[in-house]
């Protein structure tokens, strides 16, 4: 992903990546490659704020993250409709913080309606039928807008993993 993110936008890459993390390989998969796109003199230094988002009922990147830890605490009895970030401990939770942490980016939880309105969101003014995994990174990058932590002319990408047709039933 870190290498199509880079190729797509002309090898320059986006200022903040919003990414749905369950077990994380994402965000640790694209930092891995920023480092080698980097040591293969295809893109400098600069790299983006990497946005780790989970849901307020599995959220165990968030907790870490927020109580400065280095490691993540198993998540008790995770919930939420997003499936693909119900993960209750990640396998590589140290290497997700260490990412996040050392892009100067932020863990994020958001709610099941916030979920869910940015999954409308991405339907009604984009035509995507997105996951619930991609509402949660529209809801993440609306609250980092209203905190002031995202600009309006940073450049921005989210990551939408899968598509609604994965959910076939609405939201609870």
Known sequence: MGYEVAEQ???HLPDVIVYPTGGGTGIVGMWKAFEEMEA???IGAGRPRMISVQAEGCAP????FEEGTERARPWENASTYASGIRVPSA???YLILRAVRQSGGRAVAVSEEEIASG???LGTREGIFACPEGGATVAALRR???E???APDDRVVLFNTGTG???PLAPP
């Open 9 to 11: 936008l002309g090898w």
């Open 40 to 42: 293969l003199g295809w």
């Open 91 to 93: 396998v590589g939770d």
């Open 148 to 150: 002031g932590e995202v």
């Open 119 to 121: 999954a409308r969101m």
């Open 61 to 64: 990147i968030v907790r870490a």
């Open 144 to 146: 980092l807008r209203d």
């Open 165 to 167: 047709l994965k959910y």
